[in-house]
Structure formats: C-alpha cells, structure tokens
C-alpha cells in the first residue's frame, strides 16, 4: 500500500532530517480522525501524531493512562485511511513499551502495518532497550522527554521538569542516549527553553519542542489546543489560533434557534416533489385515519 500520491510524496524520515540541517523549522500536530487529519493536512503540517492525548482531548479521560493500543489502533486507521501527506506517528500509551520487547514489537509493528511510519515513546536511558530492539526491527522511533504525561503520578503533577542542575544534565545525557540508541528525533515536552536549545545543538537529529521554547528544531501542539477547542484555561505553552469552543457553540446554537423558529430548514436545504407527483400526493387519503408522528 502507497501512501503517495502523485503530486505531492508523503513526508519521509529522511526530509525531516534534512530539514533540521538546513534550519527549516518542522510543524507537527495531532488528529484522532479523519476530520482533524484532514485539517492538519490542508493546512501543510510536516508531521501528524496520533497522540495519546487523544484520551483526555476525545475521550474524556483525566489523563492519558487508560489509554489502550486497541483506542490508539482505532484512531490511526482513522487517520491512515485519509492518506495524508504529512509523516505520519503512532504514540505508544501507557504499558504498551514496558512489558516485553515481544509486546513492545507487535504493538509498534501493528502502528506500521495500519499506515504509520515511525512511533513516539515516552522516557528517557530507561527505555533503551525497548527502542534498540524497535529499532533493529526497522521501526523509527521518536523519543520524548521532559514532561511525560505518562509519568504524572511519579512527576507529582503535570510539572515543568529540568529545572535542577542535575535534572538538566540528566536531560542532557537522555537525548544523547536516545540519538546514540537509534530514535531519529527527540520530543521535548516541557523543559526550560534553554535546555531545550542546549539539547538542540547538541544532538544530530531533528528536535521538536511543546512547551519547550524557540529554539527547537520544529513544534508541535495538539491540535485541539491550538485551535482552542477545549473549554477553560489551556497550558501556558499553548497559543490558540481561533476560538474553536466558541466559534463552534455559537453556530450550533443559532441552529438551534432557526430549528425552533422554523427558519431551518429553508428551500434551499429541502428536496421538491416532481411536479408529476404532486398530484398523487395531494389526493391520497390515508385509510385509518391520521397518523402518529
Ligand atoms: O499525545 C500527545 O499529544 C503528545 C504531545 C506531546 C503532542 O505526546
């Protein structure tokens, strides 16, 4: 199965590299069904993850722990099945790395068979194994560091990390680690943005920073976030780029309200009888009498 299409060859590990030495900056963002993927494609997005944030941004979830392979399964066949042009990543959730190198391949290998072509794990020298063993099994792998919400209860909360002497040169040693263990990028997730640049110089591979400050090697956002679609307040490191919440709540209540004045729907949005029918129509009788809507 070709993910190309004829004008436009889907994204591919190599020009992601490229990227980074050239200093183009790489844009990523989330979806979690074809309608977020579609979007993101549209609007040019380098790299599209299938995040397992879609617990708490789709799911309801307080957090991304329940999230399982078979929920992250059903939402990258959503998302492969639109075909996109940017590249395109499974997130692995919470004990779909940490069991067995056997588990850890199916479920990575599983992502690829349905349309991924690289997946992204959280952790840092814990990991190593796990993604060695990916890796020699010709699965790219994205690793994420800093702020991994997988790691909340252990982090106390979803806080800052990075921030001691010695948990900045641990960050440091990770993402060498990491690069030195075959990942192809590093995510960094809520680290001071000088450490971020740090790591940045520091390491090969292209670096994509979430509440990681400027001078990473791309960004990314979740894709609800940044088009504001989730109520209340929203992480410091996030900018919003339309009032989706709003914009959205707005329209459905106008709709409402032309349902229940009548306005909706109007001609335009109804079906007329052909004239060779309307006769019929108008002289049928029913035969017991009016029905029951
Ligand atoms: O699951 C997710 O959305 C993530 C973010 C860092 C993008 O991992």
């Not at 199965?1 to 990523?28: A, C, Y």
């Not at 099945?81 to 395109?88: G, Q, V």
């Not at 004990?95 to 850890?104: A, G, I, P, Q, Y």
């Amino acid at each position: 199965m070709s993910h190309d299409s004829p004008g436009s060859p889907q994204v591919n590990l190599l020009q992601l590299q490229q990227w980074k030495t050239e200093g183009r900056r790489i844009v990523m963002t989330t979806a979690y069904d074809a309608v977020s993927a579609r979007i993101a494609d549209a609007a040019g997005i380098d790299i599209i993850l299938v995040g397992d944030s879609v617990g708490n941004v789709c799911l309801g979830f307080d957090n991304t722990l329940p999230v399982s392979m078979a929920m992250m399964n059903h939402h990258l066949e959503a998302v492969a099945r639109t075909r996109p042009r940017a590249f395109l990543m499974g997130d692995m959730p919470y004990l779909s790395f940490h069991l067995s190198v056997e588990d850890t391949l199916r479920n990575a290998g599983g992502f690829l068979q349905r349309g991924a072509q690289a997946v992204k794990l959280e952790g840092g020298a814990k990991r190593l194994g796990m993604i060695r063993a990916l890796v020699d099994c010709e699965i790219p792998v994205m690793g994420h560091l800093g702020l991994t919400p997988q790691s909340v209860h252990k982090m106390g909360g979803f806080k800052v990390q990075g921030r001691g002497a010695a948990d900045a040169v641990q960050l440091l040693e990770d993402a060498q680690a990491l690069q030195e263990a075959g990942c192809f990028s590093i995510l960094m997730e809520g680290v001071p943005a000088d450490l971020a640049a740090r790591v940045t110089e520091t390491v090969q591979v292209p670096t994509i920073g979430i509440g990681a400050g400027p001078n990473c090697s791309g960004q990314v956002l979740v894709f609800h976030d940044l088009l504001g679609l989730l109520p209340g307040p929203s992480a410091k490191f996030v900018r919003k780029y339309a009032n989706g919440f709003e914009d959205q709540t707005a329209a459905l209540r106008a709709w409402s309200e032309d349902v229940r004045s009548g306005a909706f729907p109007g001609a335009a949005e109804s079906y007329a009888l052909p004239e060779a029918a309307k006769a019929s129509v108008a002289d049928w009788k029913p035969s017991r009498g009016p029905g029951v809507h």
